[in-house]
């Protein structure tokens, strides 16, 4: 009889602590929104441009959240931290005076970055008129970086944003293939590496601006999204001037380097030109000491000119990556 009492208990304890493990693993992976906010268009307060040349800038920038060289390290920036990195990236997009720029990696409303709507705040500081967000991480706790534990829990509401000074019309957002040799358990806490396609009407044209930020980790998984982009970007190119812009997370010095596919294709050209790719001077990442080139501009030739380009090392250590800038005027 005592024995089949220990069994029992054992028995009980154990149905307890698969029912507790259950029900953390639903809330952990449980999201803060509808799947219908995962992509908004919203429009704000400000003008657009009552008169403009014929020349456009673009700005592409993984933020890295704001939280500079501690991305993906096991530590937890201070609020001091973040906003200072706040205040100086407001500093510097203002001076840059872009008509649109493209973030990977911003907040809306994330623990780790003590609830700032990092989006909404440069949008307010830079008064652009009109804004695209794309969610791609909405959970309640996040096991990355693994330690220490305490980081894990809490909101973490991020993805992609585009601040434009014209109007956007048009968003989809494209979750691109998971990463498949992961465990279920990593694979329902990770982010959704996404292609925020969007639609923009600078003056009379309109443009397509599809913003991506691709896997970073698993070499076969970015090479398929990447592949995927490439289509993606001649699908458009038939009818459209397009830019795709973004972190993806392929230096052209890779060994089979995916980010090749758009730097043969003798119809699309980059930002920055193909024989800079491994000067030291056009790195991206990391932005302590660039040693790779990660982030581009991609455009069709036949519907944009270049009128000029820049990585921007002002913008120091606000982030882990340095944004690139675009001048180009539409054909």
């Keep these: 009889m005592k024995l ?11 149905d307890l602590l698969a029912l507790g493990v259950g029900s953390f693993y639903w809330w952990a992976k449980s999201p803060t929104l509808s799947s219908d906010d995962y992509a908004r268009l919203e429009q704000y ?26 991305n993906n390290l096991n530590v937890r920036p201070s609020k001091k931290m ?4 706040l205040e100086r990236a407001k500093k510097y997009f203002k001076e840059q005076d872009a008509d649109i720029i493209a973030l990977q990696e911003v907040d809306f409303d994330s623990k780790r970055s003590y609830r700032v709507n990092q989006h909404m705040e ?8 009109h804004g695209a967000l794309a969610v791609n991480w909405d959970k309640q706790y996040v096991p990355f970086p693994y330690f220490p534990p305490s980081v894990h829990f809490g909101k973490m509401l991020s993805g992609q944003s585009i601040l434009s000074k014209y109007p956007i019309t048009f968003q989809d957002r494209i979750v691109l293939e998971e990463v498949k040799d992961r465990p279920f358990y990593y694979r329902q806490m990770y982010l959704s590496r996404l292609a ?8 009379e044209k309109e443009v397509i601006l599809i913003n991506v930020h691709t896997e970073a980790f ?44 758009f730097l043969s294709d003798k119809t699309i050209e980059s930002a920055i030109p193909k024989e800079f790719a491994e000067d ?14 990660l982030d581009f501009i991609f455009y069709n030739k036949d ?20 944004p690139i800038s675009f001048s180009f005027r539409l054909v």
């Design 4 to 14: 089949k009492k220990v069994l029992r208990n054992s028995f009980w304890a154990l």
């Design 45 to 70: 307060p400000f003008p657009s441009p009552s008169a403009h040349g014929d020349t456009f800038k673009i700005i592409s920038y993984n933020i890295g959240y704001l939280s500079g060289m501690t």
């Design 82 to 85: 973040y906003d200072r990195h």
């Design 122 to 129: 440069l949008i307010n500081h830079l008064q652009m008129g």
């Design 196 to 203: 925020q396609v969007t639609k923009l009407k600078l003056q």
């Design 218 to 261: 698993i070499k076969e998984t970015r090479y398929n999204q990447i592949s995927y982009l490439h289509s993606l970007f001649k699908r458009y190119a038939r009818d459209y001037p397009v830019l795709m812009v973004g972190d993806f997370n392929s230096d052209p010095a890779y060994e089979e380097a995916a980010i090749e596919l």
């Design 280 to 293: 030291k001077e056009v790195l991206t990442y990391p932005s302590d000491a660039p040693y790779e080139l």
């Design 303 to 322: 519907k944009i000119e270049p009128v000029g380009w820049e990585v921007l090392e002002s913008f120091g250590q606000v982030s882990d990556h340095l």
